[in-house]
């Protein structure tokens, strides 16, 4: 079965410029979570769908950032403009819905904003 | 605020060490609690921890929950360099924003 996959795999862009994130997660899955990690903060949770629907996108640091799943196949985590300190590595992980499942994720995207 | 803290941060030891892992936690809501490895990329699920007293078991690792005391530990026998990574520790919360809270990792560094 295929994973949780995301593109790309690195980023190198320079600051101000617009970044897009890509994420499919597994076939069947309800949930899907965007994560970011940092050596300082460790892994902390953006924002989670459900059914596709945003449920809760208090960890989104600021307006520049912004996420959508137009389906159930697919989602993007956008920023702009983008800072050096978001200069991170930013991981989509999927759970089946209903229940105590755990959440499985994709290999992340690692950004870095000269 | 939701909190999970993990100790300690890093950890060097020989192979065929036995390690543990801590793992407490300050959560409303509580509904489990899930251990994750870490090598170069995507966390990998291992355990999730939903009773007290209850052992979980795969292999050389363990783990188990105290409802009671808000911790959880992660054992490792017989180490080997393959253990080498971050692990991670998380507790699920249920209600309206149903969400793992991870602790920043302990890193394991098994040296031959």
């Known amino acids: 079965d295929a994973g949780v996959i995301q593109s790309p795999r690195h980023e190198v862009t320079e600051m101000g410029q617009e970044v897009t994130l890509r994420c499919k997660p597994i076939s069947g899955h309800n949930s899907l979570f965007w994560y970011r990690q940092t050596m300082m903060r460790g892994l902390e949770l953006l924002i989670y769908?459900?059914?596709?629907?945003?449920?809760?996108d208090s960890g989104m640091p600021e307006d520049r950032f912004s996420a959508k799943m137009p389906n159930a196949s697919f989602s993007t985590l956008k920023i702009q403009p983008s800072e050096p300190r978001d200069s991170a590595v930013y991981f989509c992980?999927?759970?089946?819905?209903?229940?105590?499942?755990?959440?499985?994720f994709g290999d992340g995207t690692r950004l870095s904003i000269l | 605020e939701d909190k999970v803290v993990q100790s300690p941060l890093s950890l060097v030891v020989h192979e065929g060490d036995t390690v543990t892992l801590n793992c407490s936690y300050e959560?409303?809501?509580?509904?489990?609690l899930l251990w994750y490895k870490q090598e170069k990329k995507a966390p990998t699920f291992l355990f999730m921890l939903?009773?007290?007293?209850i052992e979980k078991k795969s292999g050389r690792l363990s783990s188990i929950l105290d409802k009671k005391e808000l911790f959880s530990i992660l054992n490792i026998t017989a180490t080997q360099t393959g253990d080498s990574a971050i692990y991670l520790c998380?507790?699920?919360?249920?209600?309206?924003?149903?969400?793992?809270?991870f602790g920043k990792g302990t890193k394991l560094t098994v040296n031959p």
């Open positions: 939903t009773s007290s007293g």
């Open positions: 959560v409303t809501n509580f509904r489990s």
């Open positions: 998380a507790v699920f919360t249920q209600g309206g924003s149903e969400k793992l809270v």
């Open positions: 769908f459900n059914n596709n629907v945003p449920i809760d």
């Open positions: 992980a999927s759970r089946p819905g209903g229940g105590n499942q755990p959440q499985h």
